[in-house]
């Protein structure tokens, strides 16, 4: 089936720091979504991108539909503590009907 | 309402008792979806309903068994589990199963086989 391979697996950096983090697929993908969970809690969907080259921003959250289809990033800009948790992206790949595929996570730390 | 209600938030239960998750959301939405997710893994696909009825069934063993009973209502039994069930499940919905699959989670239910 469809991977989709997640880097950085992790991120520890400075509060103010800017972040990015993408995901890249063999594949091609109709959507992409882009998800944060914190410990105990169930994901939480930051931005969703349904779009070839589209750029979509959350607050300090931006986050682009790569032109092939086969990627996604997502930038934060200065980052707060409150930050913290894993990143997950998340695409439906074309011809999957209600699937989605996740890739592994990136956990970012963010120090005061 | 933009929630996905899931109860109990913490379960733990034994290999030979019959429990319920339940989830609820009030959106509208006409899918449904139960995950699996193990500690700092992505959440793993279990079962998708698509207008109340089973859409997917990914090889899921039968001591799961899901229901839907109506369309903001999703649950799953839970019978004869054994400890590596143990994990958070976590139930989400999507507005129109058929274009998009821009899926809105639940806080999840940790459960514990013991």
């Known amino acids: 089936g469809q991977q989709l391979n997640q880097s950085p697996q992790s991120m520890f950096i400075q509060e103010g720091e800017d972040v990015s983090m993408n995901c890249t697929s063999s594949?091609?993908?109709?959507?992409w979504l882009w998800y944060k969970q914190e410990p105990g809690e169930g994901p939480v969907l930051l931005i969703a991108l349904y779009k070839a080259g589209e750029l979509t921003s959350n607050g300090r959250l931006t986050a682009q539909f790569g032109i092939t289809r086969k990627d996604s990033f997502l930038n934060i800009s200065a980052s707060i503590p409150s930050d913290v948790g894993i990143y997950f992206c998340?695409?439906?790949?074309?011809?999957?009907?209600?699937?989605?595929?996740f890739g592994k996570g990136t956990l970012l730390t963010v120090n005061p | 309402d933009t929630e996905v209600t899931q109860t109990p938030k913490h379960l733990v239960m034994g290999m030979t008792n019959k429990k319920s998750l339940k989830c609820e959301q009030h959106?509208?939405?006409?899918?449904m979806y139960w995950y699996k997710q193990k500690a700092k893994k992505p959440p793993e696909l279990m079962f998708v309903y698509s207008y109340e009825k089973l859409s997917i069934n990914e090889s899921v063993p039968s001591r799961f068994s899901p229901e839907c009973p109506n369309s903001s209502l999703l649950n799953l039994h839970l019978h004869a589990l054994q400890p590596e069930d143990s994990a958070l499940y976590l139930c989400?919905?999507?507005?129109?199963?058929?274009?998009?699959?821009?899926?809105?989670f639940g806080q999840g239910t940790r459960l514990t086989v013991v």
């Open positions: 998340a695409g439906q790949p074309r011809g999957s009907n209600y699937k989605l595929t």
């Open positions: 959106m509208g939405h006409r899918a």
């Open positions: 989400a919905s999507s507005p129109n199963p058929t274009i998009n699959t821009e899926a809105f």
């Open positions: 594949s091609i993908f109709n959507t």
